[in-house]
């Protein structure tokens, strides 16, 4: 076009401000920067009154800051489980930023450039391009901006309301939308008013807008009268939601950049520790100075999205737990008592606390709430800290106080003598090697379920055939092994915890092994993330069996030929301590197509998988639920997977136990069978055995 070369192609920026008026606006933006940064520093002088948090958050800042500016940035976390979200807030972000950026270019031209050299760059092809690229951007923001408010108001997405929605929220989306559409409309009268310059087509919005307001009949005298008033306007709410920022809901746009920044990329798998000099009646969440500044920032952080509810096990199950409202109302409390309210226990069970002890006992300790969090809250960590309030005020439900009682008199929850754990070898027709005796390559830590619970003794059976059949170096520490403390920590006894750690890393240090192997996904992060932060010496490389596994399947050390089970087809559950703590997805999966056999993927599955409801110490607890987690998830395989599934496979002892279970009590008996992919394997080597015209090994590959 004609127009692009011309060198004084440009728009008057205080188009009918007067020069007092233009003074006024930049005293009022004066005073609107130091409200948005008085209220920024406020904020983070709270945190830096916060407590110190046990893990360094500012190593290698440079590194955090770029892993949190590509999610940030890339939106990948918004994208995860909700696609119309993601596209929603990646609109909403970059047009924004993009909004922001042009204004920030327009006020150094005119604030910098202009004064300096007495000239402006806002003109010409610069100018051109940068009107097409701001109404291309602005665009995208009103399209993310509209998206969200269908979501609030038009379908009214169950997860953006409940109790802490209020005023905030619906003037935090509508200020968004105001300013956005506000911009256009601005524009287009200006394009009225100054009679339609060709140049200004680039607008393309504001264009449309401006011939929209044409054919209505706009003059151009009115619109000079109205862009006046409407400038205004733009300009308070501009200056006014800038103000704000640093105390409402906007404040979210800058703490979660920065939670992110200070994540902790263990968050979960491993639990902060107590200092070995707290008091007892100090221990968790006695009162608001107990929050670490990380702590504070999680709970700013939050932007009320229900992302963790939605995901949340308990939840759906129909438990008294939703994870944004505990952080929420953390936060609330937080703010009452800095602004002078009274203080309150944090957590009891019963009273006025400001979280119930019925809460914490609902965590399943399964971390999709955290999975699903787009600014990475640390809620398990909260949580934790929580329940240790509740151990040592004597809170905890009662049956899991009997729990604790019995791992700590006899080493198991189950409370049967230590000479009994070995007892689940006595079936088989092999001698399992003990690590006490001699030296193996692979120590291998059976676990209490595997050992004690009749069911999961034909798991361990399974196991220990599938290592002799391939020649594995292994051995089991016999009556020396110990619970391995990864529930009961996370149901707050770090004391207990603290000697099954030192029980437990003293009995290995009497053996020479060279590798950890567990049965058990809770052993398999307790060993590989916690114990070594426990115990300096404990630095043994950890493995689940079906990582192990995958590799003698690998190696063709079990002479599996791929077919031995064809004729089945199966789902697979992946274990929450397994999956989502640790990423591993793949090893299980390969172990049960080795097999032979059809596996069919339910809907949630890899970092999606619903919890069995045994985690976080839900094995020793009593819940009224509308439905238990195991019940809702054995009709996800019958009903919303297809392919006809016959048996729901598992990697996990506690997960087999609830499944168990849930298939009685939900009425799926006659429906699926639960068997770990240690029996399927069994199953698999009987076929072929059984198809060559060898021995079949009698070991049971499951118990019903």
């Known amino acids: 076009m004609d127009f692009a070369a011309q060198a004084d192609v440009t728009r008057e920026t205080f188009w009918t401000i007067s020069p007092v008026g233009e003074a006024l606006f930049y005293g009022l933006a004066a005073i609107a920067s130091l409200v948005f940064l008085y209220g920024v ?76 050299t007495g000239s402006s760059f806002f003109v010409g092809d610069f100018y051109l391009s940068y009107s097409f690229v701001m109404d291309l951007m602005g665009l995208l923001f009103v399209v993310g901006v509209g998206m969200a408010l269908w979501r609030r108001y038009g379908v009214r997405h169950p997860r953006l309301w409940g109790k802490h929605t209020g005023f905030e929220d619906a003037a935090f989306v509508w200020t968004l939308f105001l300013l956005g559409v506000g911009g256009y409309v601005l524009e287009g009268i200006r394009i009225v008013g100054t009679e339609f310059p060709e140049f200004e087509t680039v607008s393309f919005v504001g264009y ?67 200092p070995a000099d707290t008091p007892p009646d100090e221990i968790g969440y006695v009162s608001e100075d107990d929050f670490s500044w990380k702590a504070m920032l999680d709970m700013d952080a939050c932007t ?16 008294n737990l939703d994870p944004r409202d505990v952080i929420l109302d953390l936060k609330t409390y937080r703010e009452s008592v800095d602004a002078g309210g009274d203080s309150i226990d944090i957590v009891a069970d019963g009273g006025t606390s400001v979280v119930d002890a019925e809460s914490m006992e609902s965590c399943m300790a399964c971390m999709a709430c955290m999975d699903a969090c787009p600014v990475d809250i640390e809620h398990l960590t909260h949580f934790t800290e929580m329940n240790r309030r509740l151990t040592e005020t004597g809170q905890q439900q009662e049956p899991v106080q009997e729990a604790m009682m019995n791992i700590f008199q006899n080493g ?30 692979f120590l291998w830590y059976v676990g209490d379920y595997p050992s004690y619970d009749e069911r999961n003794r034909a798991v361990a059976r399974s196991v220990a055939r599938i290592f002799e059949e391939a020649g594995v ?20 006894e770090e004391g207990l915890y603290e000697m099954l750690v030192e029980d437990n890393v003293a009995a290995m240090a009497d053996c020479d092994f060279d590798k950890i192997v567990c049965t058990d996904p809770h052993s398999y992060n307790t060993f590989k993330n916690e114990y070594p932060e426990m115990d300096d010496s404990f630095d043994y490389p950890v493995y689940h069996y079906t990582q192990l596994v995958e590799r003698l399947v690998g190696d063709d050390r079990l002479g599996l030929a791929g077919d031995e089970l064809a004729a089945q087809t199966v789902t697979y559950h ?131």
Request: glycine share 10%; net charge negative; aromatic share 10%.
């Open 412 to 441: 198991n929850a189950f409370g049967d003598p230590q000479r009994k754990r070995p007892d689940w070898t006595d079936d088989l027709d092999f001698e399992v090697p003990d690590a006490r005796d001699e030296s193996v390559e």
């Open 208 to 274: 449309f807008v401006a011939l929209v307001f044409d054919a209505g009949g706009m003059s151009q005298g009115l619109a000079q009268t109205l862009y006046w008033f409407g400038w205004w306007s733009h300009a308070l709410l501009a200056l006014a939601f800038v103000a704000a920022v640093p105390y409402a809901k906007p404040l979210h746009m800058l703490t979660s950049f920065a939670n992110i920044v200070t994540a902790d990329e263990k968050a979960g798998t491993r639990l902060p520790k107590v």
């Open 41 to 116: 520093y406020e904020r983070f002088a709270r945190y830096a009154r916060g407590g110190e948090d046990p893990f360094d958050r500012l190593s290698d800042l440079p590194g955090r800051t770029v892993r949190a500016a590509k999610v940030v940035f890339s939106n990948e976390k918004q994208f995860k489980r909700d696609r119309f979200a993601g596209v929603m807030h990646a609109f909403i972000m970059w047009g924004f930023l993009t909004l922001l950026i042009g204004t920030t270019i327009l006020a150094i031209d005119i604030d910098v450039w202009r004064r300096v």
């Open 304 to 319: 009320k999205c229900g992302r963790c509810t939605d995901a949340c096990p308990a939840e759906a199950s129909g438990r």
């Open 473 to 492: 170096s292994y051995g089991i520490l016999y009556e020396d092994e110990q619970h391995d403390g990864n529930d009961v920590r996370r149901v707050g």
């Open 574 to 704: 992946d274990p929450c301590h397994l999956g989502r703590y640790n990423g591993e997805y793949e090893a299980p999966r390969e172990v049960i197509r080795a097999t032979g056999v059809e596996l069919a993927e339910m809907p949630r599955n890899r970092d999606q998988s619903f919890c069995c409801g045994g985690g976080g110490g839900g094995l020793w607890m009593d819940h009224e639920e509308e439905s238990k987690p195991s019940e809702e998830r054995l009709r996800e395989a019958l009903d919303d997977t297809t392919g006809g599934v016959e048996r729901f496979v598992v990697a996990c002892p506690m997960c087999a136990t609830m499944y168990e279970d849930g298939r009685k009590t939900g009425s799926y008996e006659d429906d699926i069978d639960i068997v770990d992919i240690s029996e399927l394997v069994v199953e698999a080597l009987n076929a072929k055995a059984a198809a060559t015209g060898a021995n079949a090994d009698t070991t049971p590959a499951s118990a019903d």
